[in-house]
């Protein structure tokens, strides 16, 4: 079964930045779409960026376009989300998903990491 394994989450302060990383193995790098999710205590999972159609394309959530970069790495099997001017309010679970077939529908991802811890202290 293909692993994901999240790293880079923390505790910052609002306006701060950090990198997630997402190694995937051979088996769970790929499909149409990759991800970045997050979920909030007390709130439902959201999308936080896709990369999809051989990386063509990137899709952001309103809530960080023009703060998060994501990127990937085809060599190494790396997901990337480079977060900038971080807000309190980012500050949730995040989750790296790949093989997913929509670019916006976390239902149909099929490989899901643990997660890693994001917090942004005001």
């Known amino acids: 079964q293909g692993q994901l394994v999240e790293s880079g989450g923390g505790s910052v302060q609002a306006g701060g930045t950090l990198r997630l990383t997402c190694a995937a193995s051979p ?16 709130k439902e999972r959201e ?14 959530a309103d809530s960080v ?22 807000i ?14 929509s670019p916006i529908d976390e239902h149909t ?4 990491g643990q997660g890693t811890q994001v917090t942004v202290s005001s």
Not at 109 to 112: A, E, F, I, Q, R
């Open 27 to 42: 088996d769970s790098y790929g499909g149409y779409s990759m991800g970045w999710f997050r979920r909030a205590p007390g």
């Open 47 to 60: 999308r936080v960026a896709s990369i999809y159609d051989r990386g063509r394309y990137t899709n952001y």
């Open 65 to 86: 376009k023009g703060r998060f970069t994501l990127s990937q790495d085809n060599v190494r099997r790396m997901l990337y989300l480079q977060m900038s001017a971080l």
């Open 88 to 101: 309190p309010e980012d500050s949730a679970m995040y989750y790296c998903a790949t093989n997913c077939v």
């Open 109 to 112: 991802c099929g490989n899901w």
